[in-house]
């Protein structure tokens, strides 16, 4: 019989490696902030900088990449019951995803700062879940909200005692066990149900006192990561609105009752865990005062905000490596593309989006720090500045994934690049923990009841001022601006995206004016700060920088540091 001669159809060329194996902590941006919002940790060089190298070396690992593939590939199953029809409400999750979630908490990301009285610990936390956030990003919502919960748990010093150690402890102890008896414990938040997430106060959970505690009846429609330990929930007691923590198992050992009814079925964040969920008398403790639920759980909600923003961060921060990675290898019509001139404008422009995220997030970071430290003046800024970074730096991150997802060309679109799950999970930040209006909003509220807020941000802004003619004219718009909308009030409303936008841009231009390279503040500057681009949209597409800039360096500052070209 004959066979066919082996032949070969094609030589595999002009395909580009992987980007793995580098070190996603190696990041010119991030150290500046580091130099400036913790110095004491950012010249340990021997100590905790190598310690955060190690991570961004972990990160950017072709193993870890993988372990973000199979965790999201093999989402996350509801077992209801056991095999003899008893109600068991577990989630089982595929071992990618614990191995991740061990990673994140042996590094303390989730609520070892709140345990660590040195200044800085918050920021260096913030650092750590940034390069770590590039790794998967899915497995960031049970480690953000265990971060966040342990302000609002202080709310009841009794509690915080009790669950605080174990909350901030280091060791990643996954399983339904009573929590005391566990080596460390996670957190979730239970707060949107059916009727409306935004406006909380439409919640219809009851909370009936019992015991020591309350009884809860009722439901919520979003109940992400339900296989943790500890759930801050909002429930209707007899004062109004109040907060509750609820364990899901209770000190005796036996289940409490809270049911997981299904799983979502969603657009990304697919690694994670979503639940619908129904409380049938299930025992939960109260936090803080009754009546004043959302006092008490607006610190947590302040907490996982900042944590949206520094993952927002990370993903434009992955895609743009991503996308210069790619296009420094990759040619056509005879040449690299990243040293064609329109592209590099492409490249630049993403490179300047993610510096300045990268920057804002930082300093947020540090002024949490500072805050969570009793500094008024920056818990001040941080009442205006954060929902604003939060609404800005989320908006522009599907826009950035998806611009650098077009810089791979086809090969963007397919799966095995990696970007579109980021593209897929980019709007996430967004939508959750207030969407867009929502913050938008809070910037307006936080300037008619924290009159000192809009002080605190121009004085920071007015740190760069007379360094850049444009810095300067967007500061005095944004100082009439912010002057407009407290005196127009709840007139305001349908400017509040705008004035955010300008709010985030011109605090962005600041920053990098005082601490990034030139060339950066000034295309920074000269694309973003003019009247009809500031904080304004729809926007531009990236690439449409003005003439006469200095791209190279912008480019080259956002460049990953790989030898796997
Ligand atoms: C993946 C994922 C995980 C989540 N996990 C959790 C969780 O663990 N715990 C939890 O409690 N929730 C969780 N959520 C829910 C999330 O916080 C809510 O979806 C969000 O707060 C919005 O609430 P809603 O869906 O009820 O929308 P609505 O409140 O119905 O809002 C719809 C739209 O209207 C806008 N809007 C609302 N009010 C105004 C206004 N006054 N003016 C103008 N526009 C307005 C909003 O910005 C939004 O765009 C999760 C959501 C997602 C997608």
């Known amino acids: 019989m004959s066979r066919a001669a082996p032949h070969v159809t094609h030589e595999v060329l002009n395909q580009v490696p992987p980007l793995a194996g580098y070190d996603v902590a190696d990041d010119p941006a991030l150290a500046e902030a580091l130099r400036q919002e913790a110095p004491r940790q950012a010249s340990d060089t021997e100590g905790w900088v190598r310690e955060l190298h190690q991570l961004g070396q972990r990160a950017g690992s ?36 614990h191995e991740l979630m061990e990673t994140a908490v042996g590094h303390g990301l989730h609520a070892a700062p709140w345990l660590d009285g040195t200044p800085g610990a918050h920021v260096t936390r913030a650092a750590e879940f940034y390069v770590w956030a590039q790794a998967e990003a899915g497995h960031g919502c049970p480690i953000s909200m265990t971060y966040a919960a342990v302000p609002a748990l202080r709310h009841e010093p009794r509690l915080a005692e009790r ?21 460390g414990l996670l957190a979730g938040m239970a707060m949107t149900e ?38 801050l929930v909002l429930a209707q007691a007899p004062e109004g609105l109040s907060c509750f923590l609820l364990p899901r198992v209770l000190p005796d050992g036996t289940r409490n009752s809270m049911r997981l009814q299904r799983l979502k079925d969603k657009l990304g964040n697919r690694s994670n865990a979503s639940s619908e969920v129904e409380y049938d008398g299930a025992f939960a403790w109260l936090v803080g005062e009754p009546g004043r639920g959302v006092t008490t759980i607006i610190d947590m909600v ?36 990243a040293t064609q001139p329109l592209m590099v404008s492409v490249l630049a422009d993403l490179a300047l989006e993610s ?22 003046g920056e818990l001040a800024l941080l009442r205006l500045a954060l929902p604003a970074a939060k609404y800005w730096v989320c908006k522009r991150t599907p826009m950035a994934v998806g611009e650098a997802l077009e810089c791979l060309g086809g090969n963007g679109y397919v799966e095995e ?23 938008a909003l809070d910037v307006l509220r936080a300037l008619a009841r924290s009159p000192g807020s809009a002080d605190a941000l ?98 080259a500052r956002s460049s990953p540091a790989t030898d796997c070209g």
């Open 62 to 97: 072709a193993q870890t990449q993988e372990l973000a593939r199979l965790a999201n590939e093999h989402p996350p199953v509801l077992r209801t019951h056991d095999s003899r029809g008893n109600r068991i409400d577990e989630v089982e999750f595929h071992p990618a995803w």
């Open 163 to 183: 669950f605080g150690q174990l909350l901030g402890s280091r060791t990643y102890d996954p399983g339904l066990r009573v929590p005391e008896g566990k080596a």
């Open 194 to 231: 059916k009727q409306g997430g935004s406006d909380v106060r439409a919640n219809t959970t009851r909370a009936v006192p019992a015991g020591d505690g309350y009884q809860l009846t009722g439901h919520k429609w979003f109940c992400s990561a339900p296989m943790c330990d500890l759930f």
């Open 302 to 337: 302040s907490a996982t905000r900042l944590d949206c923003v520094l993952g927002s961060a990370a993903a434009i921060r992955q895609a743009c490596v991503t996308a210069i990675h790619y296009t420094s290898i990759r040619r056509a019509f005879g040449a690299a593309l």
């Open 355 to 376: 510096q300045a995220a990268t920057t804002l997030a930082m300093r947020l970071a540090g002024a949490a720090d500072r805050a969570a430290r009793g500094d008024a």
């Open 417 to 439: 690049s990696g970007l579109p799950r980021l593209y897929r999970d980019a709007p996430l930040n967004s939508v959750w923990e207030g969407s867009g209006n929502v913050t």
């Open 458 to 555: 121009l004085a920071e802004i007015d740190l760069a001022a007379d360094a850049d003619r444009r810095l300067d004219a967007a500061a005095a718009r944004l100082r009439r601006e912010l002057k407009e909308a407290v005196a127009a009030g709840t007139e305001a409303q349908h400017r509040a995206r705008r004035l955010a936008g300008l709010v985030a841009a011109t605090l962005q231009a600041s920053l990098l004016v005082r601490h990034a390279p030139g060339a950066v503040a000034d295309a920074f500057c000269a694309s973003r700060l003019h009247p009809g681009a500031a904080g304004s949209g729809p926007g531009t597409p990236f690439g449409t920088l003005p003439d006469g800039l200095d791209l190279g360096p912008i480019v």
